[in-house]
């Protein structure tokens, strides 16, 4: 077994310098490549080629080495023969090159007698010295700080890991190519934001210096986007960055993104079918298949996904009438008086609020394969449209998979007296303590008395989704680099 000793920061500084000593440059700007390490096993026998990656694997036989060099996205094996390299070139490389050096080769394609590819050297070049070794390769990253502040080690030496970031890429140019084939077009609407708009969040808070203003960090681009809809626009859409200062959980993060789009002449109904339809599409293109085992739990995206009524699936899985308790005095009190949620904590939740909090504990996680939660009430859905036969209700639905809320949608509500008062009574909850309620959008609001076209609006957590299709149990494993204290 190695000595631990033997691989010190100064070992290794004194072994970059044997480098150097041999003529190499130290840390060069360059390295012409003409191929990636994923072609070697596309290349024909024989064919020369130059590649550049790191060191992941040394396995030394006498005057033969075998060497795996990689990246994030693939691994490639090279052969280092001592009676094909120039003089002291092998024992250059076995003496002073470790685990996570980088070095570009060129030689050629050549198939062992166990039937690997491999690139035969005939130059190496030292291009990057690691410093520090990297995390065993059988065992990985220990620590749980470190995993987090450290992800690159995770992705430079773990498939698995560097699966993920790659999936999170294929995800959103799944989706943004799906979009554009239906004729979205994407809009960028402001990060930085006078004052919360979009969804029911609490909001992180900052001050904009040159203005000398205090604003928020967006919670959700959709009076934004519903701008554009105003300026003529009938499809928008757009994967933002949104900031929500709540609390963190296995599907929740402070920070995230958010796939929102926005339709003209589109109801919810519209949304129901386009969503099914384009997110069947999407896992197979990411995944491949359209069954995946996400926490040792089989979801099943085939066939034609159900809806369940909001009030319903309360009073299936409650045993509590929403709509008998139209108060909140009153629903409050019964939610009390059967112990089916703090009363510290919903203290000072408004109607829709706590209807939702009901939801979430008492409905939501029974709800494994993908399924249409519909009929919301109107408290729960300030920007939503009301529906036409119930006006306790508006025109919305939740696509809830593995008991989590990963997409949200609506038809909008374009009629700015109506949607003026609905500020209204968000304002008032959050006077009375509400943190997630809205306050009223003076900005939106004369934009919506221009006109507004009948529309449909849509968003979906990346991360949330992202997850259910890595079998990542916890949000934050989708995310490359997340806050940490």
Known sequence: MKNPTEDTTEVRINKMQNLLNSGLTAYPDRYECTHTIGQIKELEEGTTASMAGRVLSIRRFGKLMFVTIGNAMNRGQISLKKNELAEDSFTLFMNSIDLGDFIGVHGQRYTTQKGEPTLGVQHWTFLSKSLRPLPDKYHGIKDSEAKLKQRYLSTCTDNKVADIYI??????????????????????????????????????????????????????????????????????????????????????????????????????????????????????????????????????????????????????????????????????????????????????????????????????????????????????????????????????FQLVINGWEVVNAYSELADPIEQRKRFEIQAAAAQDGDENALEIDEDFLLALEHGMPPAAGWGMGIERMLALLTDSPNIKDTIMFPIHR
């Open 167 to 396: 999936k999170r890429a294929k995800l959103k140019q799944v989706l943004r190519a799906f979009l554009e084939e239906h004729s979205f077009i994407e809009v960028d609407t402001p990060a930085i934001q006078i004052q919360k708009s979009g969804a029911l969040a609490r909001s992180f808070k900052t001050h904009h210096n040159a203005l000398d203003i205090d604003a928020e960090l967006r919670i959700a681009p959709e009076t934004y986007l519903k701008r554009a809809l105003v300026g003529g626009f009938d499809r928008v859409y757009e994967i933002a960055t949104c900031f929500r200062n709540e609390g963190m959980s296995l599907a929740h993060w402070p920070e995230f993104h958010m796939l929102e789009f926005y339709a003209a002449y589109w109801n919810f109904e519209d949304l129901i079918t386009f969503t099914e339809t384009m997110l069947k599409h999407v896992i197979k293109a990411v995944v491949g298949n359209s069954l995946i085992n996400y926490q040792e739990q089989d979801i099943d995206f085939s066939g034609d996904w159900p809806r369940l009524s909001f009030r319903e699936l309360l009073l299936e899985k409650a045993e509590l009438d929403i709509n008998a308790f139209p108060t909140i005095e009153g629903l409050r009190a019964e939610i009390i008086s059967r112990n089916l949620l703090d009363a510290k904590t919903i203290a000072n939740l408004g109607r829709g609020s706590l209807i939702d909090e009901l939801y979430k504990k008492t409905a939501r996680p029974s709800i494994i394969n993908p399924t249409f939660l519909v009929g919301h009430p109107i408290e729960l859905s300030p920007l939503a449209r009301t529906n036409d036969t119930d006006d306790s209700i508006v025109d919305r």
